[in-house]
């Protein structure tokens, strides 16, 4: 957890992730509010906070008296809007970073076809 | 909601000092409140007078509805651990354990031995022989073990290690998930417990300067970091909150930025960092701060 953004969406963005990368599987069950809460070490009520930002999306969703699991779907919709974002999440940055150190963008497309052939 | 505790224009003078002046809050049933200030600011005044160990000079206090002045049905549901409390003289920490339960109704006597063993409490040593993080942690059980509907934890940790902080912590969050309940925590380290809190009071010079949602204030203030003539013409006529530079750099905390603001600052070339709980804490209680600023 750090100070640049509010904790509840940084808790919202760790479940996030945990379903893009599977550790949290379609249909499966999502630890409880108290377990997040204990585990990111924060007061319940943040933990709710950021839980019901991925109900109110649809991502998560209750079953009565059971508890929340991970809807059929989320992945694939997660990934999506990631992918929508990540243009200016990324590329952005990158571009103003190069441009304050005069790299221009064959130079740019070059070190990025680099870096890919190397990984 | 249900409030636990309603205050009205409550001071507190000793002579001609004002230890708390003219505050009125309220405080939520079931949430955890950090009650912070500077030494001396009133804290520890104010929670006296929440639980009718001081007398106020003017103003109403009702905790859970009635007064808390010599009121016994109150106090049973109240649990206040100090940072300097007295045991009698030849106590050992099992007779604070055999005694305490007298005082609360829901006193978990498994949870303080898990408790005491957590913090490897020697049961059997005299009091006065004990560390003066031992003896705070005979204050953090009872606080914790009482499970009163209203714990207040002044300073509770003096000496006590790292370790067992971050114990005393997570049995808090743990069994406050478990068994809600309304707690108030008065401390210095705001950066350890900042994410525990879910409500913040700052108390500055016996006046209630912040009553506000932790999460509010978190966003509350941001850095902006760059050229001098470039963060001045960013800011323009903002509040500033607290002010640094160095040569031709300028560091100015400001007010929370929208989105689009923050793209403007980015664009200018400045870098926003955010301001954590304490370090907001420290710029609007730090007196140089005021007087620069008055000066300005």
Same mark, same amino acid.
């Given at each position: 957890m750090d100070d640049s953004r509010p904790i509840f969406a940084q808790v919202a963005e760790n479940i996030e992730n945990d379903i893009i990368s599977g550790a949290l599987p379609e249909e499966g069950q999502a630890?409880?509010?108290?377990?997040?809460?204990?585990?990111?070490?924060?007061?319940?009520?943040?933990a709710l906070k950021g839980v019901n930002v991925l109900v109110d999306a649809g991502i998560l969703y209750k079953k009565r008296g059971i508890g929340m699991f991970v809807a059929a779907g989320a992945q694939e919709q997660l990934k999506?809007?990631?992918?929508?974002?990540?243009?200016?999440?990324?590329?952005?940055?990158?571009?103003?970073?190069?441009?304050?150190?005069?790299?221009?963008?064959?130079?740019?497309?070059q070190m990025i076809a680099k870096e890919a052939n190397n990984s | 909601m249900t409030s636990t505790i309603e205050v009205n224009n409550l001071s507190k003078h000793f002579g001609k000092v004002k230890a708390v002046n003219d505050v009125s809050f309220t405080v939520a049933e079931n949430k955890i409140y950090g009650l912070l200030g500077r030494n001396g600011?009133?804290?520890?005044?104010?929670?006296q007078l929440l639980t009718g160990q001081e007398f106020a000079s003017s103003g109403t206090i009702s905790l859970f509805g009635q007064s808390p002045v010599e009121n016994a049905k109150v106090l049973q549901n109240t649990c206040f651990i100090k940072e300097s409390q007295r045991y009698?003289?030849?106590?050992?920490?099992?007779?604070?354990?055999k005694t305490a339960p007298w005082f609360f109704a829901n006193w978990d006597q498994e949870f303080a031995e898990r408790l005491i063993a957590d913090f490897r409490l020697p049961l059997d040593r005299r009091i006065k022989k004990l560390s003066r993080g031992q003896l705070s942690s005979i204050g953090v059980i009872v606080g914790l073990a009482s499970r009163a509907p209203l714990t207040f934890f002044d300073e509770p940790y003096l000496g006590l290690d790292a370790v067992a902080r971050q114990i005393f912590y997570d049995r808090l969050l743990e069994d406050y998930a478990n068994h809600p309940r309304t707690v108030i925590l008065s401390t210095h380290l705001i950066d350890e417990v900042a994410n525990l809190l879910e409500h913040v009071l700052v108390i500055d010079d016996g006046?209630?300067?912040?009553?506000?949602?932790?999460?509010?204030?978190?966003?509350?203030?941001?850095?902006?970091?760059?050229?001098?003539?470039? =963060?001045?013409?960013?800011?323009?006529?903002?509040?500033?909150?607290?002010?640094?530079?160095?040569?031709? #750099? &300028?560091? !100015?905390? =400001?007010?929370?930025l929208s989105e689009s603001e923050r793209r403007d600052a980015?664009?200018?070339?400045?870098? #926003? &960092?955010? !301001?954590?709980?304490?370090?907001?804490?420290?710029?609007?209680?730090?007196?140089?701060?005021?007087?620069?600023?008055?000066?300005?």
């Open positions: 630890p409880s509010i108290n377990e997040f809460a204990a585990f990111y070490r924060i007061n319940p009520a943040t999506s809007t990631r992918r929508d974002k990540f243009s200016s999440e990324y590329v952005r940055p990158i571009l103003a970073e190069a441009e304050k150190l005069g790299i221009d963008s064959t130079q740019l497309t | 600011a009133g804290k520890t005044t104010l929670m009698p003289e030849d106590f050992r920490p099992k007779d604070v354990f006046n209630l300067l912040i009553n506000e949602d932790a999460e509010t204030l978190r966003n509350r203030a941001t850095t902006v970091v760059g050229m001098k003539t470039a =963060v001045e013409a960013f800011i323009g006529n903002r509040e500033i909150l607290h002010r640094d530079g160095i040569g031709g #750099l &300028s560091s !100015v905390t =400001v007010g929370g980015h664009a200018a070339g400045l870098e #926003l &960092s955010p !301001v954590s709980l304490q370090q907001l804490i420290i710029q609007l209680t730090r007196t140089e701060t005021k007087e620069f600023e008055a000066s300005a």
